[in-house]
């Protein structure tokens, strides 16, 4: 029970699940809406939509890591791993679902069954993400530790 206990009290877990948790609840919130039917949060486990968890969490780890750490190597090496995915959320996906597009073009001239073209995030899903991640890091840093 030490390990459930020393997890609930960790200020980067919560920090992380919390990021984690509130994007998704948002999204499939979003998705609903957007799409007028009912909540389902299986919604928030889609790729792509608003906003983007993987910005979210890595950016939660990161400002929590420079609150506590300041600008240490912990820090500067979460930076470069949230770049990456960050960036991966953003251009390859983006470019991936593009792909797909031309893909399903090819198949369609070839009378063959089309795939599901999933595009990454927007770069204003990608921001929200990364305000939300801020926010969660803030909170857990002022408000409880």
């Not at 009290?9 to 957007?34: D, E, Q």
């Not at 929590?64 to 470069?80: D, N, P, R, W």
């Not at 991966?88 to 369609?108: C, M, P, S, T, Y």
């Not at 991640?133 to 803030?138: E, F, H, R």
Request: include cysteine; charged fraction near 15%.
């Amino acid at each position: 029970m030490d390990i459930v206990r020393d997890l609930l009290l960790n200020y980067y877990f919560l920090t992380f699940i919390a990021a984690w948790i509130l994007s998704t609840v948002i999204k499939a919130f979003l998705h609903s809406r957007a799409n007028a039917k009912k909540f389902h949060l299986k919604d928030g486990f889609q790729n792509g939509g608003m906003p983007s968890s993987h910005s979210a969490v890595v950016t939660s780890i990161t400002m929590a890591l420079l609150l506590k750490t300041g600008f240490s190597e912990y820090f500067f090496i979460s930076m470069i791993f949230a770049s990456i995915v960050i960036s991966d959320a953003f251009r390859v996906r983006q470019n991936i679902g593009l792909q797909g597009e031309k893909l399903n073009e090819l198949l369609k001239k070839a009378n063959q069954k089309t795939i599901e073209v999933v595009y990454g995030h927007t770069f204003l899903q990608v921001i929200a993400g990364i305000i939300l991640g801020i926010l969660c890091a803030l909170f857990f840093n002022f408000i409880l530790f």
